[in-house]
């Protein structure tokens, strides 16, 4: 167990690095997620078929289309979120990407039938505020920015790769993120060829970066990630999850000088402790119910 607590730990901080790898490119946001996930792709397919000894199509072919949506999302997703790098900086594009959960949040009870309480009613009021606070103040002078609309749309993209991934739930672990990461690519290379082509010209300067952000950050990362997070209980996932924004937030002010005013920083707080708040106890609220009904069947 500890193991995997060290596995999975490791991939939100290289996740939470993204944005600071990133900062050393100077290619354009899809240019970049291009190449990303091309590179991490290429490393997990060659670890799967070293681990797997040899590569087979998943059996439930439904299951896989909600993967292929789920991972054309992911790609979607990221270049949004590279875009909000470019145009709002690292901090308040990545708090504004982690909006994306409590959106799955508010989704879920009309898509998987799961009861709405209270206690998610106040996480989702209270990132909303946060959501508010962090971006309020160039709402009121300028309406909405282009990065901030990349922002929100980066963590709309998220939330519907969640809820497909979900529904995939017969594709599991390594295989999951192969298909998942795969599919991205395809969806990146998609748009990249419409839009320029597939000549790419990567600089000398750019080439170390972007090698770093395809094997270690997408390839290495998600391969710690996806075979980490089926051995640890939701919760745990969950809430160590939360590390990924928190070490975005601290590499961007250690190594990119981005700070966050005292209201930015209040409502980044109320972002991630309300999704946290209302995933926890959520959690532990509906773990209490079902302990009560098991212990007394009249219930």
Same mark, same amino acid.
């Given at each position: 167990m500890r193991k995997n607590y060290i596995k999975y730990i490791f991939a939100l901080l290289l996740f939470g690095s993204n944005g600071l790898v990133a900062s050393y490119i100077s290619l354009t946001s899809y240019e970049t997620v291009f190449l990303r996930t091309m590179i991490g792709s290429i490393f997990l397919l %060659?670890?799967?078929?070293? =681990?797997?000894?040899?590569?087979?199509?998943p059996q439930n072919k439904k299951h896989t &289309?909600? %993967?292929m949506i789920s991972?054309?999302?992911?790609?979607? #997703?990221?270049?949004?979120?590279?875009?909000?790098?470019?145009?709002? +900086?690292?901090? %308040?594009? =990545?708090?504004?990407?982690?909006f994306g959960p409590v959106i799955v949040m508010a989704a879920a009870p009309f898509l998987f039938r799961e009861k709405l309480t209270a206690t998610k009613i106040t996480g989702i009021i209270a990132a909303l505020l946060g959501i508010f606070l962090i971006n309020?103040?160039?709402?009121l002078q300028g309406g909405f920015s282009w990065g901030l609309i990349c922002g929100i749309l980066s963590a709309v993209m998220y939330a519907v790769m969640v809820v497909f991934n979900k529904l995939s739930a017969s594709i599991t672990g390594l295989e999951n993120a192969v298909w998942q990461l795969s599919s991205s690519f395809v969806t990146?290379?998609?748009?990249?060829f419409l839009k320029q082509g597939f000549c790419i010209p990567v600089a000398a300067g750019d080439l170390l970066p972007v090698l770093f952000l395809g094997v270690v950050n =997408? +390839?290495? +990362?998600?391969?710690?990630?996806?075979?980490?997070? +089926?051995?640890? =209980?939701?919760?745990?996932?969950? %809430?160590?999850? !939360? &590390?990924?924004?928190? #070490?975005?937030?601290?590499?961007s002010a250690a190594f990119l000088q981005e700070r966050l005013a005292l209201i930015q920083f209040a409502g980044a707080f109320l972002i991630l402790g309300g999704a946290a708040f209302g995933e926890? !106890?959520?959690?532990?609220?509906s773990g209490l119910k079902s302990q009560v009904h098991k212990n007394d069947p009249s219930i």
């Open positions: %060659l670890i799967y078929c070293i =681990t797997q000894k040899r590569f087979q199509l &289309l909600y %993967l991972g054309a999302a992911m790609g979607a #997703s990221w270049m949004f979120l590279y875009e909000g790098y470019h145009q709002i +900086g690292v901090s %308040l594009a =990545t708090l504004t990407y982690y309020g103040n160039d709402l990146v290379a998609i748009f990249t =997408t +390839g290495i +990362g998600c391969y710690l990630y996806f075979s980490s997070i +089926g051995h640890l =209980t939701a919760q745990s996932v969950a %809430l160590c999850g !939360y &590390l990924e924004p928190l #070490s975005a937030l601290f590499f926890y !106890y959520g959690r532990k609220q």
